[in-house]
């Protein structure tokens, strides 16, 4: 009886996480989360473990993890052969890809920029350069010049 009141339904669970029932639901179905003991009404009982887990998840998530990674760490956390060095080989990589995405951010940011410091035409959005330079760079002498 004892056991059963440190269970806790879904509902619980979501809030006390602060994930949606749809993301247990989906969590369990690919194997990050255990499957839940149920009820003989069907109804899923969770422990503070899958709290923990789910904690774990936003954690991971936050810095950017995918759930294929977070599955990983999951799976490394667990076995009691895994070593630290597998753990930092993961977030090497991760700070990596990064790494890497900052790089793109930051040009993104410039092209930005430059679009953002072309002067607007006052004769409406349609001649704006910010709107021209989305469409590109379209002189009107395309291939298909001749079928206007």
């Known amino acids: 009886m004892?056991?059963?009141?440190?269970?806790?339904?879904?509902?619980?669970?979501?809030?006390?996480?602060?994930v949606t029932v749809e993301a247990i639901r989906y969590?369990?179905?690919?194997?990050?989360?255990a499957p839940a003991e149920r009820k003989s009404s069907g109804y899923r009982l969770f422990g503070v473990e899958t709290l923990q887990?789910?904690?774990?998840i936003k954690q991971a998530q936050n810095l950017g993890?995918?759930?294929?990674?977070?599955?990983?760490?999951?799976?490394?956390?667990?076995?009691?052969?895994?070593?630290?060095?597998e753990l930092h080989q993961i977030f090497t990589e991760h700070l990596e890809?990064?790494?890497?995405?900052?790089?793109?951010?930051?040009?993104?940011?410039?092209?930005v920029e430059d679009i953002n410091n072309k002067r607007c035409s006052k004769r409406g959005a349609k001649y704006c350069k910010i709107i021209q330079?989305?469409?590109?760079?379209v002189d009107g002498h395309g291939e298909d010049e001749g079928t206007h």
């Open 2 to 18: 004892q056991n059963m009141m440190r269970k806790m339904s879904i509902g619980v669970l979501s809030r006390r996480a602060g």
């Open 27 to 33: 969590y369990e179905q690919v194997g990050i989360l």
């Open 65 to 85: 993890f995918s759930l294929s990674q977070i599955k990983q760490l999951l799976n490394l956390r667990t076995q009691s052969r895994s070593s630290c060095k």
């Open 97 to 111: 890809d990064l790494s890497g995405k900052i790089l793109e951010l930051q040009k993104m940011r410039k092209a």
């Open 53 to 56: 887990t789910l904690h774990f």
């Open 133 to 137: 330079s989305l469409e590109g760079e």
